[in-house]
């Protein structure tokens, strides 16, 4: 009876019967889960934990159908002609250049791209001592920064809610993974993932060989239509010749240009050591910053900063997907923080027995947030995130639907162009407006808000045309 | 039954005193090194020139790690050039200094710290963020 009891406290057989519960809990210890299968951010995991994707995926299978459907006519019906008029290194060369875009765009998908793990409970506990000096309160602070030196600049480090730690330079939070990724650049939807430390390699040669791919593509039909036009015809009789074409030319002339762009944008970013996300935000900017400061991370030097970025040591994913869960982890956190009470409560050290009840109750309540098994902790960054960048995203949007990239959806196309990071500019000065709110901030709906709106340029590529 | 369950757990939890958690360093960028201030809480337990050894050993380790030399951009340009398809058939550089120091922090739990009744946790168990030091209470040392 009291082992029905313990297992409805149970908060993973919350929604199961009793007599089930106590079978899942056997069932866990006769096979171990493997970790990726209580991964609390928003990803999916095929192949027992080798692969994984974004909960949404974004337009990846579009993008993968353009690539294909473009060299696949490509391949049908102007490389027959090119081989017979010119040479058949034509279809070696495109075909070359189309297994190394498709390896890259999966690799850069399929990748962890620098996921941080969630702190544990402990290890949240201890910042939350360190931070906590009043003792409870019956509030969310105001957002929690701290501030380091890296290479004599002071930098800012912001305390990351969902993951209950202070966010390593660099790293961000992404809120559609639900996950706070390394070194993040951004949320790419034609990629389907973030794209951070680990997969930014790929993903810079995914757009560089797919440059290649499309200026290539783009040349070789226009060379196709010109032999053909040359041989005693007119143009408009090539082109009903040879209809397909003509599909090709208009999908590479409008990702040419978007692609081309981006390649550059992305080659500027790899010579100076800079993320989008701190370029969008101009976090080193010269304008930004009072005295002279630089990028600290940056070596000052092209070839550098280029060799460190793309071709620097892999790092591991930090996430662990398949390894097993030890028993510890196992075991719901409400027991294991049940059970670690009586220690800090026998405690005879000072400092522990002044801990009020509600101290205890809250942290128990941090490792139910930290397991996410209470429902409003985790949904807590979504929908605030889209009430407030809804009328930050609605001054942005026209200017990102006029001037960035034409309306046809079909595009693979790119985020970040001038007149885009210009709308980011003046998100940035919303952002000014924010320290007010940081000085005094009596609510939590507020602080929360002034926290999401500092974050709101991660997930500013979303909406994209 | 529930009895037995919370107290074996108990018989585990109640011997961990507290745990400390030690830091990462940023003040180099953001490579990773880890804080060697020793930590008040071991004053008692551990010398502090041994515990610095280690932290060195383990921060010189990392360092070798993510070291920006020739090997690291063989390996990256290899990599690039068979489309990253090398990595599935070949570990990383980072991988096999990953490999060592974890056996390095075993060595140093099996002759120095559990003696002493610590633990240090890799610090890959936990993102690469702190290394985390367990305190056992003196009396599990009886058991």
Same mark, same amino acid.
């Given at each position: 009876? *009291? ?5 409805? #406290? ?20 006769? !096979? ?15 192949? %027992? ?17 353009? #690539?294909?459907?473009?060299? +696949? ?52 506990? %201890? ?18 920064? *701290? ?31 639900? @996950? ?23 993903? /810079?040669?995914?757009? #560089? ?22 041989? +005693? ?34 080659? /500027? ?7 989008? @996300? ?20 940056? /070596?000052?030097? #092209? ?19 398949? +390894? ?22 026998? *405690?005879? %050290? ?73 709308? /980011?500019? !003046? ?31 991660? @997930? ?6 | ?41 071991? $004053? ?55 490999? =060592?120091?974890? =056996? ?20 890959? $168990? ?18």
């Amino acid at each position: 009876m *009291k082992n029905c009891e313990y297992q409805q #406290i149970d908060p993973r057989a919350l929604s199961v019967l009793p007599q089930s519960a106590h079978n899942n809990t056997e069932k866990t210890v006769q !096979r171990s889960r493997r970790k990726w299968e209580v991964f609390p951010g928003k990803n999916r995991f095929f192949c %027992d934990g080798r692969i994984i994707l974004p909960s949404q995926s974004g337009v990846l299978p579009l993008t993968l159908g353009l #690539i294909v459907v473009t060299c +696949g006519l490509f391949f049908a019906f102007d490389c027959p002609f090119l081989v017979k008029h010119l040479t058949v290194f034509i279809p070696v060369i495109g075909g070359a250049l189309f297994v190394f875009v498709v390896f890259s765009l999966l690799r850069t998908s399929f990748t962890d791209p620098g996921i941080l793990p969630r702190a544990t409970p402990d290890e949240a506990a %201890d910042i939350e001592k360190q931070i906590d000096t009043s003792g409870s309160s019956t509030y969310r602070p105001p957002p929690r920064t *701290k501030e380091i030196l890296i290479n004599q600049q002071v930098v800012k480090l912001k305390y990351c809610f969902t993951c209950k730690m202070f966010r390593p330079p660099r790293t961000s939070h992404c809120s559609l993974c639900d @996950n706070c990724v390394e070194r993040f650049d951004h949320h790419c939807p034609w990629v389907g993932n973030c794209v951070g430390k680990r997969n930014y390699r790929f993903f /810079y040669s995914f757009i #560089i060989s797919l440059s290649f791919l499309t200026s290539f593509i783009f040349g070789c039909v226009i060379t196709h239509i010109t032999l053909r036009s040359q041989e +005693g015809k007119s143009l408009v009789q090539s082109i009903q010749e040879s209809p397909a074409s003509v599909v090709e030319l208009v999908i590479c002339f409008f990702s040419i240009w978007s692609i081309l762009g981006l390649s550059g944008f992305h080659t /500027y970013l790899i010579a100076s050591n800079l993320t989008t @996300n701190e370029d969008i935000k101009g976090s080193w900017s010269s304008k930004r910053c009072a005295e002279e400061s630089g990028n600290p991370y940056s /070596y000052n030097s #092209i070839i550098t900063n280029c060799c460190a970025t793309l071709c620097g040591p892999m790092p591991p994913s930090l996430i662990d997907r398949r +390894g097993f869960l030890s028993l510890d982890e196992a075991i719901p956190a409400v027991s294991a923080s049940e059970i670690e009470l009586p220690p800090f409560t026998v *405690k005879s %050290d000072a400092h522990m027995c002044t801990q009020s009840t509600k101290d205890v109750l809250e942290r128990m309540v941090h490792s139910y947030d930290v397991h996410g098994l209470c429902p409003p902790a985790t949904p807590k960054t979504t929908p605030l995130d889209l009430e407030v960048s809804g009328p930050a995203a609605a001054s942005s949007e026209p200017s990102l639907s006029a001037g960035c990239l034409p309306q046809d959806a079909r595009q693979p196309v790119a985020p970040p162009c001038p007149p885009f990071s210009r709308s /980011y500019k !003046r998100r940035d000065s919303l952002h000014s407006i924010n320290p007010a709110f940081r000085l005094a901030s009596p609510s939590p709906s507020l602080s929360r808000t002034t926290f999401i709106l500092g974050d709101a340029p991660d @997930n500013g590529f979303i909406p994209l045309p | 039954m529930v009895e037995t369950h919370s107290l074996q757990d108990l018989r585990q939890q109640a011997a961990v005193a507290a745990k400390v958690f030690l830091q990462r360093d940023y003040s180099n960028g953001t490579v990773c090194q880890f804080q060697s201030k020793f930590p008040s809480e071991l $004053e008692t337990r551990i010398d502090k020139q041994q515990f610095e050894e280690t932290m060195q050993t383990l921060n010189n380790l990392y360092a070798e790690a993510e070291k920006l030399g020739s090997q690291s951009y063989i390996e990256g340009c290899l990599a690039c050039l068979t489309a990253y398809t090398v990595f599935m058939c070949m570990e990383t550089h980072y991988e096999k200094v990953l490999k =060592k120091i974890a =056996k390095y922090i075993q060595e140093q739990n099996d002759k120095i710290y559990a003696p002493r009744g610590l633990l240090l946790t890799d610090p890959i $168990e936990r993102g690469l963020r702190v290394i985390e030091v367990t305190i056992f209470e003196d009396r599990s040392l009886t058991r």
